[in-house]
């Protein structure tokens, strides 16, 4: 399907559902480095809602057309945006990505700038082209964070580091991130999405309920002590186990030996 945004911004926000059960979000809207205006990113929440509920997406990418991911917010159009309710959880993209059950894909090309940043920090795995570039503008314009990279981004690649890249607005470049262990993977500009497909079609392999469980327990694990979220896995595993049927664990047993079988003929 191909989902846009409400007049008079149509097609800013564009989403193409594969049959392999992967779908594909694009920023549409190049001729301004795909920058954010208040109705695209109500939209694109919208976007990432809908697939969450859409049963036939199992994973989902995200990326934005021509020479940028995300410039950030449209600046021309700030008022209209800040003063709106950052609250709203129906209209916030990185609160609809944080409530997305299903893995989320970042396909990052050129600029990620302030929101295009926090936008990249919301995203499960990231790959990014040679050269791209993830920027923090929020001291440099006087904006105020509040998709999170103020706490994020220190929690990934460490709070000098962090420091550093808010409070100066130097480039992190994708290469630096690889190296932080922010981005996946590093690869040509023309092999962003190739790549980015490569890890969809790798999950899309793999048992969906089991999928979506994994992404939640490490997400919410993350946010606490590692005492918490060991417990915190105990807790899930054995919810996981005790509802088990018979039928599942013959099928589970099924799939080992089967796996086995395929080695041993190998050999």
Not at 87 to 113: H, N, W, Y
Not at 184 to 212: F, M, T
Not at 232 to 251: C, I, N, P, S, V
């Amino acid at each position: 399907m191909d989902a846009s945004s409400s007049p008079p911004e149509k097609n800013l926000i564009l989403v193409h559902c594969e049959p392999n059960g992967v779908a594909l979000v694009t920023i549409n809207r190049p001729t301004s480095l795909n920058s954010l205006t208040r109705s695209m990113m109500a939209d694109l929440a919208q976007a990432f809602k809908r697939l969450d509920m859409d049963e036939s997406v199992r994973v989902i990418i995200l990326t934005g057309s021509g020479r940028s991911f995300c410039s950030g917010v449209d600046l021309t159009a700030a008022e209209d945006v800040f003063k709106g309710d950052v609250k709203d959880v129906e209209s916030d993209t990185v609160a609809q990505m944080e409530l997305c059950r299903k893995p989320i894909i970042g396909a990052i090309k050129g600029f990620a700038v302030t929101a295009g940043f926090e936008i990249s920090l919301a995203c499960d795995i990231l790959v990014a082209s040679k050269g791209a570039k993830f920027i923090d503008t929020h001291a440099r314009f006087g904006i105020f964070p509040s998709w999170g990279l103020s706490q994020k981004l220190s929690r990934i690649i460490g709070p000098n580091k962090a420091r550093e890249v808010s409070l100066t607005a130097t480039p992190l470049t994708a290469e630096v991130a690889e190296k932080l262990g922010f981005v996946n993977h590093v690869v040509e500009e023309g092999e962003v999405l190739k790549k980015a497909r490569e890890i969809a079609d790798a999950i899309v392999k793999n048992n969906q309920d089991l999928v979506l469980r994994y992404k939640a327990v490490i997400n919410d694990g993350f946010k606490l002590d590692l005492g918490h979220a060991l417990s915190l896995e105990k807790e899930k595993a054995h919810d996981y186990y005790d509802g088990m049927t018979k039928e599942q664990f013959r099928k589970m047993q099924e799939f080992i030996a089967g796996r086995n079988a395929k080695k041993q003929s190998k050999l």
